[in-house]
C-alpha cells in the first residue's frame, strides 16, 4: 500500500522524493554552466540523486536534476543570480515555497532525451543521473522581481539611467579600435555579436564607430595625453560610455580525418570608464566545429559575455549608493607662479571635497589635475551640473586665470585653465 502511494503522488502531483534532506531542496545540488544559449536562456549540466522505491528512483531523481539545474544558477558559480546577502536573507523565507516541482517546471525550457550519466551509488540504495537542462534565467529572475527579491533593473534606471556600453576589439598600444572593426571581418563580427547580446538586455550600446563625437576628438584626446595611454581607455573615456567591454577572439583550426574542424575562443573584459578598473574578465569557448569561423566565433562570444554582466551590474549599482562617479580634468594653459599653482589647486581641489560625496585626487601637478569624484545624485546627476558649478566657483575666486569647459560628458568633465 505505501508503494501504491508514492506511485501515485510521483505520477500525478510529481512531488518530491521522499528522501530529500531539507523538504523542497535538491539533494544533489550539483551542476556546471554547458553554455549560453541566449540572453535569457543557459545550458546546465545537473546532477540528481534519489534513493525510495527502485521503481520510481528515475523519476525521483531527475526531480531532482531538474531542482539543482534551478538551484546552481541562483547560488552557485561566479555569477549567481543571488549574489548579494541581502537578496539571500530575502529569499530565504520563499525558498521551499519556490522549489516546489510545479514551480521549477516553468523555468526547465529543454532537458537532453538521455542521460549523460546514470549510476547506481550507496551500495546500489541510491539512484545518481546527469542531464542537460536549459533553464529560462530571464523568467526566474523576473519571478524573483516579483517576490521582491531582487530590484527592478528600471528602479535602479530611474535613478542613474541605464549604463552606457562601448564595445570595441583588444588591440595593441598605438593601433586604431575603430579601424580595426572597419577593416577586420571576425573583429566587425565580434563587435555585433556582443552588441546585439546587450541590446536584447535592455543595455544602452554606444557605436564609437559611428559617433558624432569621433569628428571633434583630436583635440581632447591630445589634452589627454599621458593620462590616458590605452587606446580603448582614452576613447571610450572621451566618448563618455559609463563601461567599455574589449575582446579578443581566436579560431583554431584542425583537420580531422577529411574534414577541417573549428574551435573558438573568445575573452572579454569590463572596464570601469572613470578609472580604467578591470571589472571583471571571461574566455568562453565554442564547440568543435565543421561550421564556418562565424558560426564558432558567435558561440564563443555569447559564453563569455554573459559572465562579465554581473561585474557591470555590481558596477552599476555601487555607482547609485556611493554617488554618480566622474573623472575630472584640469589642463594648465600658460605659465603660473608657485603662489598661484597652489591657490587654483586648493580652490579645485576643496571645492570637489566639500561638494561631492567624496572624491580622490590621481594627479596634482602644475600642468595637470585630475580628480576622481562620485557627485551626490540630488545634487548633480548630470556631468554638466558639476561642471558648470565648478567654473562659476572657481572665476569668482581666483583672478589669476579663467576656467572654462573643453568637453563634458557622461563619465568625463575636462577643464582648461588660462592665464589672463
Known amino acids: ?4 502511494f508514492i506511485a501515485l503522488v510521483l505520477a500525478f502531483s510529481s512531488a518530491p ?3 530529500l534532506a531539507e523538504g523542497n531542496l535538491p539533494v544533489s545540488r550539483e551542476a ?27 523519476t525521483a531523481a531527475l526531480i531532482d536534476a531538474r531542482k539543482a539545474a534551478v538551484y ?13 546577502e541581502s537578496e539571500k536573507m530575502r529569499f530565504k523565507p520563499l525558498e521551499q515555497g ?3 516541482v510545479q514551480n521549477i517546471a ?3 525550457v529543454n532537458e537532453s532525451p538521455d542521460f549523460s550519466q546514470r549510476v547506481a551509488i550507496d551500495k546500489k540504495t541510491r539512484l545518481k543521473v546527469e542531464k542537460i537542462f536549459t533553464v529560462n534565467t530571464g523568467r526566474l529572475k523576473e519571478d524573483l522581481v516579483t517576490l521582491a527579491v531582487l530590484e527592478a533593473t528600471r528602479s ?15 588591440v595593441a598600444a598605438g593601433q586604431d579600435p575603430v579601424a580595426k572593426m572597419n577593416n577586420d571581418p571576425v573583429a566587425s563580427q565580434g563587435a555585433a555579436v556582443i552588441e546585439s547580446y546587450l541590446t536584447a538586455k535592455d543595455y544602452d550600446v554606444i557605436l564609437p564607430q559611428q559617433s558624432s ?9 591630445a589634452l589627454l595625453t599621458g593620462i590616458a595611454d590605452d587606446p580603448q581607455y582614452r576613447l571610450a573615456l572621451t566618448i563618455g560610455s559609463d563601461v567599455y567591454l574589449t575582446y579578443r577572439i581566436d579560431v583554431a583550426p584542425r583537420v580531422l580525418g577529411s574534414t577541417t574542424v573549428r574551435k573558438a575562443s573568445a575573452t572579454v573584459r569590463a572596464f570601469e570608464t572613470s578609472t580604467a578598473r578591470l571589472l571583471g574578465t571571461e574566455t568562453g569557448y565554442s564547440q568543435e566545429r565543421t561550421d564556418p569561423d562565424q558560426v564558432v566565433v558567435e558561440e564563443a562570444l555569447k559564453d563569455a559575455v554573459d559572465k562579465v554582466l554581473a561585474r557591470i551590474d555590481s558596477y552599476w549599482k555601487d555607482d547609485r549608493t556611493r554617488g554618480v562617479q566622474y573623472r575630472v580634468i584640469v589642463k594648465v594653459a600658460g605659465e603660473f607662479d608657485r603662489d598661484a599653482t597652489g591657490r587654483f589647486t586648493m580652490l579645485i581641489s576643496d571645492y570637489l571635497m566639500n561638494n561631492c560625496a567624496n572624491s580622490k585626487e590621481n594627479i596634482l601637478s602644475a600642468k595637470t589635475l585630475d580628480f576622481l569624484v562620485w557627485a551626490k545624485l540630488d545634487q548633480y546627476d548630470r556631468s554638466r551640473k558639476l561642471a558648470d558649478a565648478m567654473v562659476k566657483s572657481f572665476n569668482g575666486l581666483f583672478k589669476g586665470g579663467e576656467l572654462s569647459q573643453v568637453n563634458v560628458n557622461r563619465k568625463m568633465i575636462l577643464l582648461e585653465l588660462k592665464k589672463l
Do not use: C
Request: hydrophobic residues 35%; charged residues 20%.
Open 17 to 19: 522524493p521522499p528522501d
Open 1 to 4: 500500500m505505501t508503494h501504491l
Open 106 to 108: 516553468k523555468y526547465i
Open 156 to 170: 535602479i534606471a530611474a535613478d542613474i539611467g541605464y549604463p552606457n556600453i562601448m564595445v570595441m576589439p583588444e
Open 98 to 100: 519556490f522549489f516546489e
Open 72 to 84: 546552481y544558477l541562483l547560488y552557485s558559480g561566479s555569477d549567481p543570480i543571488l549574489n548579494g
Open 32 to 58: 556546471r554552466i554547458k553554455e549560453s544559449v541566449s540572453p535569457n536562456e543557459f545550458s546546465v549540466y545537473a546532477v540528481g540523486i534519489a534513493g525510495g522505491p527502485k521503481k520510481y528512483r528515475e
Open 213 to 221: 563625437v569621433l569628428s571633434g576628438l583630436t583635440d581632447q584626446t
